[in-house]
């Protein structure tokens, strides 16, 4: 059974930090893309970050460039999102994905990030 877990939420003040991790397991996932989204209370899932199957190429929202780091370490079937600067607007269920071609093809359960003022 494929499954991607992620963990690495929680509550963190305005200007903190959070890196979270997305465990794949079930399968090898080292030649697709992988990514990040968010759904916040009341609003649509959103892109949030993507990386391609190699790790060369990174892929942000503009929301969030500068501030979030992508990266993956195929070794551990795994893709992390480093969050910098974090404001009260990126609290949010954040979701990983696997993505082969353009369309996504597995999603983690989500993991809660909530950024206080």
């Known amino acids: 059974q494929v499954q991607l877990v992620e963990s690495g939420g929680g509550l963190v003040q305005a200007g903190g930090s959070l890196r979270l991790s997305c465990a794949g397991s079930g399968r090898t996932f080292s030649s697709y893309a992988m990514g990040w989204f968010r759904q916040a209370p009341g609003k649509e899932r959103e892109f949030v970050a993507a990386?391609?199957?190699?790790?060369?190429?990174?892929y942000y929202a503009d929301s969030v460039k500068g501030r979030f780091t992508i990266s993956r370490d195929n070794a551990k079937n795994t893709v992390l999102l480093q969050m910098n600067s974090l404001q009260p607007e990126d609290t949010a269920v954040y979701y990983c994905?696997?993505?082969?071609?353009?369309?996504?093809?597995?999603w983690g359960q989500g993991t809660q990030v909530t950024v206080s003022s």
């Open positions: 990386i391609d199957w190699s790790g060369s190429s990174t």
């Open positions: 994905n696997v993505r082969r071609g353009g369309t996504i093809i597995y």
